[in-house]
Nanobody, 114 residues
């Protein structure tokens, strides 16, 4: 059984940084795309960033230049480095991995105070 465990969320002041991690267990073969979504209160879940197994990345316009996604294939882990955070980034962040099917993390709260 595949499980994704997220860590790194928390409370930070505007302008600060956080680094999210998402580690998968139960993996035998290589993982295809990994990524992060977020959902703010009263809003739909939106894609933040994703990264293919070849290293190609894709970002939402709202986070370009501030967030960086990366992955460690040996550890089946995906990271999201978030810099210059603003209150609009407040949301629950969910990681996902495409491995046979899409698997989701449990979500981690990121709160940015003004």
């Amino acid at each position: 059984q595949v499980q994704l465990v997220e860590s790194g969320g928390g409370l930070v002041q505007a302008g600060g940084s956080l680094r999210l991690s998402c580690a998968a267990s139960g993996i035998i073969f290589s993982i295809n795309t990994m990524g992060w979504y977020r959902q703010a209160p009263g809003k739909q879940r939106e894609l933040v960033a994703d990264i293919t197994n070849g290293g190609s990345t894709n970002y939402a316009d709202s986070v370009k230049g501030r967030f960086t996604i990366s992955r460690d294939n040996a550890k089946n882990t995906v990271f999201l480095q978030m810099n210059s955070l603003c209150p609009e980034d407040t949301a629950v962040y969910y990681c996902y991995m495409d491995y046979v099917r899409r698997w989701w993390g449990q979500g981690t709260q990121v709160t940015v105070s003004s």
